[in-house]
C-alpha cells in the first residue's frame, strides 16, 4: 500500500527501537538468529505505530496489507473483536486479504483522473468527507466480494455454496433447475458487517453513524449486481433444459455504482436525537440508504496537505486537450504545465495472417507528455 510506505518514512525515527507499548520483543541479538522473527516483530511494531498515528483509520486494513498471522497477535484494546475473529478464521483474514487489494485498486482506477487519486485512502479519512464515504463504501463492498468469492472456491472451512439455491424455480424464460455453485452472498455480507462494523459499533459517534451507513451501501452494492447464470442442455443447444445458479458480477460494475454514489453524496448533519441524519441543506433531497453521505467539505487537493490526505497534483500527467478533471487546467490547478517530449514503441503495420493471428511491427514514436508545474512558493525554496 502505497499510503503505509509514506507514513512508514515520515515515522522512521520513531521506529528504530520498535519500543511500542504492550509489545514485548527479544533482544537485538535473538533477532539477527531469526530473520523470519525480526521481520515478523517488525511488521507488528509498524501496524501498533500506524495505529496510534493514524486515527480513525481500520485496523482490518492492516491486516489485510501485513498478513493475518502477525497481526493477530498484536491487536489489542479498542479491535479486539477483529483479534478474536482473527484467531478463530485464518483462511477468512486471508480473504480478506485479497479483498483489501482488490478495493484499493478499484478506487485507484475510479480516480485516476481526478485529484485524489485514492493513493492516500487511509489519511482521507482524517476528515468526514465525501472521498472518506466513498473510501469505506468501496472497502466494505471488497471484503463482502472477497469472501463471497473464496466460499464458492471451497476456500473457506465455514462456508459452502448457497444452500437455499436447490430444486426447480422459474424466471420470465420459463422453468430451471438450481445446480452448479451460487454465490453464498448472505454469508459474505453477514462476515463482513460483523467484521468491518466491530470497531465503529463500539464508538457510537456521529462519525461512527456515518460509516455505518456508508459501510452498509458498499454491502449492498455487491448484492444489487448478483446475476443468474444459465447453460442449457438439449438437442443442438435448443435449452430445453437449463441449470441456472447465482453469481456476482465483475467487481468494476460495483465500483462504477458506487463511484456514481459518490458524485451524488448528500452532506448532512446528525438530527437531535443522535440517532441519524438530517440534510444539511433542506434544498435538497433527503438520504436514502443507498445514497453515501458526509458531513464536511472535501478539500481541493491541489496542494500537499498530509492533515487532508492530499499528495497535491505538482508531477500528475495532464491531457492538454481534455476539459474534464484529467484536463491539464483543471488537474493542474491553474499553475499551467510542464511538455516532455518522449519516446514509445507502439505496433504498427498490423497483418491478418491465415489462421488465425495478427502480425505487427514494433514502430517508434514522439508523444508529448504534459505534468502540471508545482506550486510558486515550493518552486522558491527549490
Not at 248 to 264: A, E, H, V
Request: include cysteine; proline fraction near 2%.
Amino acid at each position: 500500500m502505497l499510503a503505509l510506505n509514506r507514513i512508514v518514512n515520515l515515522r522512521a525515527a520513531r521506529m528504530r527501537s520498535c519500543g511500542s507499548p504492550g509489545v514485548s520483543l527479544s533482544s537485538r541479538c535473538s533477532l539477527r538468529k531469526n530473520p523470519g522473527a525480526s521481520s515478523r516483530i517488525y511488521c507488528a511494531c509498524l501496524l501498533l505505530l500506524l495505529l496510534l498515528v493514524t486515527p480513525r483509520v481500520d485496523s482490518w486494513w492492516y491486516i489485510g496489507a501485513l498478513g493475518a498471522r502477525v497481526i493477530c497477535e498484536t491487536i489489542t484494546g479498542s479491535v479486539n473483536n477483529h483479534r478474536q475473529l482473527c484467531q478463530r478464521h485464518p483462511d477468512i483474514m486471508q480473504a480478506i486479504s485479497e479483498g483489501t487489494k482488490e478495493w484499493i485498486k478499484e478506487c485507484q482506477h475510479q480516480f485516476r483522473h481526478h485529484r485524489w487519486n485514492c493513493s492516500t485512502p487511509d489519511r482521507v479519512l482524517l476528515r468526514s468527507s465525501r472521498e472518506a464515504a466513498f473510501v469505506y463504501a468501496i472497502s466494505s463492498a471488497g471484503v463482502v466480494y472477497a469472501l463471497t468469492h473464496a466460499c464458492s472456491l471451497g476456500e473457506l472451512k465455514t462456508c459452502n455454496c448457497n444452500p437455499q439455491k436447490r430444486g426447480r424455480s422459474s424466471d420470465e424464460r420459463g422453468e430451471f433447475d438450481w445446480g452448479g455453485c451460487s454465490d453464498n452472498i448472505n454469508y459474505g455480507i453477514k462476515f463482513a458487517k460483523a467484521f468491518i462494523d466491530a470497531k465503529e459499533r463500539s464508538v457510537r459517534d456521529a462519525r461512527a453513524l456515518m460509516n455505518l451507513h456508508n459501510n452498509r451501501c458498499g454491502r449492498a452494492a455487491v448484492k444489487r449486481f448478483m446475476t443468474l447464470e444459465c447453460k442449457c442442455h438439449g438437442v443442438s443447444g435448443s435449452c430445453t433444459l437449463r441449470t441456472c445458479w447465482n453469481a456476482m458480477s465483475d467487481f468494476r460494475k460495483t465500483g462504477d455504482y458506487l463511484r456514481r454514489k459518490y458524485n451524488g453524496a448528500i452532506e448532512v448533519t446528525m438530527n437531535q436525537d443522535g440517532t441519524g441524519f438530517a440534510v444539511a441543506n433542506k434544498a435538497f433531497r433527503k438520504a436514502t440508504k443507498n445514497d453515501l453521505v458526509y458531513f464536511e467539505n472535501s478539500p481541493d487537493y491541489c496542494l500537499h496537505d498530509k492533515t487532508a490526505g492530499s499528495l497535491g497534483t505538482a508531477g500528475r500527467v495532464c491531457n492538454k486537450t481534455s476539459r474534464g478533471t484529467d484536463g491539464c487546467e483543471v488537474m493542474c490547478c491553474g499553475r499551467g504545465y510542464d511538455t516532455m517530449r518522449v519516446k514509445q514503441i507502439v505496433k504498427c503495420e498490423c497483418k491478418f495472417k491465415w489462421c488465425c493471428s495478427v502480425e505487427c511491427k514494433d514502430c517508434e514514436e514522439a508523444v508529448d507528455i504534459h505534468t502540471c508545474k508545482a506550486p510558486k512558493q515550493v518552486l522558491d525554496q527549490t
